[in-house]
């Protein structure tokens, strides 16, 4: 019997991740949501290569010029090309959502792991503490956290990741729970496996979907949180370029030059709404109910 069970722990996902893929493939919002991320995703990546502007590069004859076949997005109040930066900003934004994210599972989910599987007095202390955690509203534990460690992208991301550790410890907690009393796991304690091996090689696989699913919603969430350090002036630290902080000054130019502030703000606009489309439809592809 324990080996029956080992074999259909293991089979029994492979046949889930099969089905939950023809089905992502076929859902048209995910797709085109995975696009709008790949193509931001690829600027970011080549924009050390692409034929564009210098972002900091200033020019007193260029200030806030619309934007023309010269510069495709016009200039901003000391002339840098606001193309150029827009490109220049994906990259501390989206490094922002997905390295914050990382340090948000990695401190989150071994804690939920631990909580829910052992149970006690182990869960007690842990869920009274992500409780008290959760009653502060996420941003402004961000916007304190990246206060104290002061201004800069790398403590931005280091604040906006702890802040997102209680919904994982959560999240994680509760699907262990319900997958800790299951044949598979029982069968393996019968052939006498540690805690260790139960929990990262039969439990741990198993509470991984939703976990993803997290993640990806939570990566958009964190690039508006880092754009809202920024434009605080706690995140990137100018001249370096962050759509957030292209968003504070172009604040004080919005009837001069309109331009400043519409194309980060689209650019936001649609990074957050195709990482939000990329996670519903894998909450869609990776739902039980539907295998």
């Known amino acids: 019997m324990p080996a ?30 995975a696009a709008i991320v ?47 930066r827009m490109i220049w900003g994906a990259q501390a934004s989206l490094l922002a959502g997905v390295v914050s994210v990382m340090i948000a ?4 989910v071994p804690f939920g792991l631990v909580a829910g599987y052992f149970g006690g007095w182990t869960d007690g202390v842990i869920s009274r503490v992500t409780d008290a955690l959760l009653a502060m509203p996420f941003l402004i534990m961000a916007i304190a956290l990246a206060a104290f460690l002061g201004p800069s992208l790398t ?12 919904v994982f410890i959560r999240l994680t ?29 039969y439990i741990l696989p198993n509470v991984l979907a939703p976990i993803l699913v997290q993640a990806t ?10 754009a809202s350090l920024s434009f605080l002036g706690l995140g990137q630290q100018p001249p370096a370029p962050s759509w957030g902080s292209m968003l504070n000054i172009a604040k004080n ?11 980060p703000g689209a650019a936001i606009f649609l990074v957050v709404m195709g990482f939000n489309l990329m996670g519903d439809g894998l909450r869609d592809a990776l739902d039980p109910r539907e295998h």
């Open 253 to 263: 130019f919005l009837s001069q030059a309109p331009w400043m502030a519409i194309w």
């Open 38 to 84: 790949l193509v931001f995703v690829t600027l970011a990546v080549l924009a050390p290569v692409l034929p564009i502007a210098d972002p900091i590069t200033t020019s007193w004859t260029a200030i806030r010029k619309p934007p023309s076949t010269l510069a495709w997005f016009g200039t901003d109040e000391l002339g840098r090309d606001v193309f150029s």
């Open 4 to 33: 029956a069970n080992t074999a259909t722990a293991i089979a029994g996902p492979q046949r889930r991740q099969s089905r939950a893929w023809k089905k992502l493939r076929s859902n048209r919002s995910a797709l085109l949501g």
């Open 217 to 226: 919603l939570t990566v958009a969430t964190a690039i508006i949180a880092e």
């Open 105 to 108: 599972v990695a401190v989150g």
């Open 173 to 201: 907690r509760g699907q262990v729970l319900a997958v800790k009393m299951e044949d598979f796991v029982e069968g393996a304690r019968a052939i006498g496996l540690g805690h260790g091996a139960i929990m990262f090689r």
């Open 155 to 166: 403590n931005a991301m280091v604040a906006i990741g702890l802040s997102a550790v209680p």
